[in-house]
């Protein structure tokens, strides 16, 4: 069974970093798929968009536009942990952050070669239940 589970979060002012975690368990990155996980934030009223991107064997990214130059994200493989790293915060990056891994069938395939599909809900088949990021003004 596929589990993560986010933490990190905060409240911040505008200006200052903050390091989220994903501990994950219950997959193992392979040839057959596992190995693609993404950062994932949602406000209030908002649809949930992608933020960042890892591909977990080519260590590939993708950002959004929003926090490209700002945010950072980075596994530690022993720790089966993934992290986002995010600095110069700004009030329009208050949101619930989700992490999230496509794991099966649906994880290979010629759609990941798009960086839109990389960085859509509708890849991944696994989710944690989010951590809050506040920024003040």
């Known amino acids: 069974q596929v589990r993560l589970r986010e933490s990190g979060g905060g409240s911040m002012q505008t200006g200052e970093s903050l390091r989220l975690s994903c501990a994950s368990s219950?997959?193992?990155?392979?040839?057959?798929?596992?190995?693609?996980m993404a950062w994932f934030r949602q406000a209030p009223g908002k649809e949930r968009e992608g933020v960042a991107y890892?591909?977990?064997?080519?260590?590939?990214?993708v950002y959004s536009d929003p926090v490209k130059g700002r945010f950072t994200i980075s596994q530690d493989k022993a720790m089966n942990t993934l992290y986002l790293q995010m600095s110069s915060l700004k009030p329009e990056d208050t949101a619930r952050y989700y992490c999230?891994?496509?794991?099966?069938?649906?994880?290979?395939?010629?759609?990941?070669?798009?960086?839109?599909?990389?960085?859509?809900?509708?890849?991944?088949?696994?989710w944690g239940e989010g951590t809050q990021v506040t920024v003040s003004s």
């Open positions: 999230a891994a496509a794991t099966g069938p649906g994880s290979t395939g010629t759609q990941w070669l798009s960086n839109s599909y990389r960085l859509a809900q509708s890849g991944y088949n696994n």
């Open positions: 219950g997959f193992t990155p392979s040839s057959s798929g596992g190995y693609r």
């Open positions: 890892m591909n977990l064997a080519t260590r590939g990214t």
